[in-house]
């Protein structure tokens, strides 16, 4: 079956502009992270859905990053007034459930870059 | 605050050999462990996994061994095979909602 998908692949946008970020998780998931990858360190975790609602958003560097999930699928990142440091690959996995007997399936990853 | 390292940004390995990967915590509360490998433009894929109650866990050529007093687990792949060249990230489960911290990776390149 299909994968996470994340679009765009690439984003490159300019300082203090708004972006979104798309993730579509695998069908029937219904637990959904965000991740980070900066240049040369690993995945660092953003904000966890649980159905609809964010049930851990503690990740979020700050009030410049919000992420929804209306109907209990896809999700979007949204960041706005964008900087220089937000730069980095933006990774969504998807779980069928709880851990630790089911594990996170990874998108491909949005490249996102600041000018 | 990083609690999970991996201080080895690169390996070289011979084709067929051994590959030995390492990863060390500092959160003696961990008790789940993976695991992912991946490849330039793709997402992490999961590899293999090992719970606190266990110090080995073996699946076909990888092995994760868990050292738990050390604070330390290791990848052994064998035997190596060009394929396995990737990065490969070592990640503890933080909580009980999936909350994964993952080390720095290591780059492996296993050569002919």
């Known amino acids: 079956g299909a994968g996470v998908s994340q679009t765009p692949s690439n984003k490159v946008t300019e300082k203090g502009k708004y972006v979104e970020l798309r993730c579509d998780p695998i069908s029937g998931h219904t637990a959904l992270y965000w991740y980070r990858q900066s240049l040369g360190q690993g995945p660092e975790f953003l904000i966890y859905f649980q159905g609809t609602g964010a049930a851990d958003d503690s990740g979020l560097p700050n009030d410049r990053f919000f992420a929804v999930r209306p109907e209990g699928s896809v999700s979007t990142l949204k960041i706005q007034r964008t900087e220089r440091g937000d730069s980095a690959v933006y990774l969504c996995?998807?779980?069928?459930?709880?851990?630790?007997?089911?594990?996170?399936?990874f998108g491909p990853g949005t490249r996102l870059t600041v000018l | 605050d990083q609690q999970v390292k991996q201080n080895s940004p690169s390996l070289s390995v011979q084709e067929g050999r051994i590959s030995i990967l390492n990863c060390d915590y500092t959160n003696s509360m961990f008790d789940y462990f993976l695991w992912y490998k991946k490849y330039p433009a793709e997402g992490p894929t999961f590899l293999i996994s090992?719970?606190?109650?266990?110090d080995k866990n073996e699946d076909g050529r990888f092995t994760v061994f868990l050292n738990k007093s050390a604070k330390h687990l290791s990848l052994h792949i064998v035997p190596s095979q060009p394929g396995d060249s990737a990065v490969y990230f070592c990640?503890?489960?933080?909580?009980?909602?999936?909350?994964?911290?993952f080390g720095a990776g290591t780059q492996v390149v296993v050569t002919p």
């Open positions: 090992i719970s606190s109650i266990k």
């Open positions: 996995a998807s779980s069928p459930g709880l851990p630790p007997e089911n594990t996170q399936y």
């Open positions: 990640a503890a489960l933080t909580d009980s909602w999936g909350k994964l911290q």
